[in-house]
């Protein structure tokens, strides 16, 4: 079992950056692979990056491909999202997810086991 919390959310202007992280508990972190999703008001949930469970191998959605970054601490239990150049789109509930194969760079909500309650994201114009 994993329990994942996720921080850092918040109101940023459009161009402004912001970090998330998300702790997760037990022993095991090290051997799943972790993604973000997001969710925006009316639409389903989407895939935004991933991360291998060494961090060797990341993945990630075109929309924040060259802007958003994902990275781990396993030493720490957390993985991280650090997004800058943030536009209004990016508005959303930001939830990290873990994968229990552990190379897994997965867009697919159905791979992931085990999810975070999220955080919001809102960016103004």
């Known amino acids: 079992q994993v329990q994942l919390v996720e921080s850092g959310g918040g109101l940023v202007q459009a161009g402004s950056s912001l970090r998330l992280s998300c702790a997760a508990s037990g022993r095991t972190f090290s051997s799943y692979a972790m993604g973000w999703f997001r969710q925006a008001p009316g639409k389903e949930r989407e895939f935004v990056a991933a991360i291998s469970w060494s961090g060797g191998s990341t993945y990630y959605a075109d929309s924040v491909k060259g802007r958003f970054t994902i990275s781990r601490d396993n030493a720490k239990n957390t993985v991280f999202l650090q997004m800058n150049s943030l536009k209004p789109e990016d508005t959303a509930v930001y939830y990290c997810?873990?994968?229990?194969?552990?190379?897994?760079?997965?867009?697919?909500?159905?791979?992931?086991?085990?999810w975070g309650q999220g955080t919001q994201v809102t960016v103004s114009s």
């Open positions: 997810a873990a994968c229990r194969s552990a190379w897994s760079l997965s867009p697919a909500l159905y791979e992931y086991d085990y």
